[in-house]
């Protein structure tokens, strides 16, 4: 088989899994080619070469990508990879869980824009005007538990070599004031401690976000974390080679020498 035949299958293949059915890929990849160059470029390289990658599940890239594409506020192309979110194995509770974690990254109403969109496809899943259970609420804490809760976060996403959580908190309210206090108790006490969503997940969620909002102080910091919870340096050059497709080469570029400086730091520190 040729390697634009072989493309071409792979693409089709990814196309069915995001649509759902083989009739419904064939039908995507017809419709993408008549976007001309645009279409066969999706096609042929960003499903047949980016997306059929080994390197990461494709539940995995689902997740990642309705993750770029709420940071970015493309509200149509989200509506189609939700519902392809849902064919890979990612569950309702899950996308609405993406959306609560992009809250503290990339803004309330960017996640707000992505849970309408999220909502309208649950709806459509089951032949109604509105989606028929709501999304998962907040627990609402004191600030003792919050705080103790945030704790826990920071100490994970700092890692075992790291042994002092405590001294870190104290730092990053030091240097950032009533912020430190809302990174402590916002993002980490009440979002990341959420059960919905896995830590490793939510990484995932937070270098996604960080990527495509070229935000690459705050990428070296989650980079670590996410390595900490368990995502390998090789999942997270994947999603620095979807962000090529998703949001062009100077972001991708930017987060994957990004990525190589973190793996290089942490491998001289073991």
């Given at each position: 088989m040729s390697d634009l035949k072989a493309r071409y299958e792979r693409g089709l293949d990814v196309f069915r899994s995001l649509s759902g059915s083989e009739q419904a890929g064939r039908v995507l990849a017809e419709h993408s080619e008549s976007w001309g160059a645009l279409g066969?470029?999706?096609?042929?390289?960003?499903?047949g070469e980016i997306w059929s990658r080994p390197g990461l599940g494709r539940r995995d890239r689902s997740l990642v990508a309705i993750s770029f594409l709420t940071a970015l506020g493309r509200e149509k192309e989200l509506h189609h990879h939700v519902a392809g979110g849902?064919?890979?194995g990612l569950s309702r509770d899950e996308i609405d869980e993406i959306m609560v974690q992009i809250s503290a990254y990339a803004g309330v109403p960017f996640a707000l824009a992505g849970a309408r969109a999220a909502a309208q496809v649950f709806?459509?899943?089951d032949g109604t005007e509105q989606r028929t259970t709501p999304p998962a609420p907040a627990e609402l804490k004191d600030e003792e538990k919050r705080r103790a809760d945030g704790l826990d976060v920071l100490s994970t996403l700092l890692g075992e070599v790291y042994l002092g959580a405590e001294a870190t908190e104290a730092a990053i309210i030091e240097q950032q004031g009533d912020m430190g206090r809302l990174v402590m108790d916002f993002a980490f006490g009440d979002v990341w401690s959420r059960p919905q969503l896995s830590r490793r997940d939510r990484s995932l969620?937070?270098?996604s976000v960080l990527t495509a909002l070229a935000a690459a102080l705050e990428l070296e910091i989650h980079l670590r974390g996410a390595l900490n919870h368990g995502v390998t340096p090789?999942?997270?050059e994947?999603?620095?080679i979807m962000m090529v497709f998703y949001g062009g080469f100077p972001r991708a570029i930017d987060g994957l020498l990004c990525a190589r400086k973190v793996f290089s730091a942490t491998s001289s520190s073991q």
């Open positions: 066969s470029f999706a096609l042929h390289t960003g499903a849902l064919n890979h709806a459509e899943r969620v937070v270098i090789e999942e997270i994947e999603v620095m």
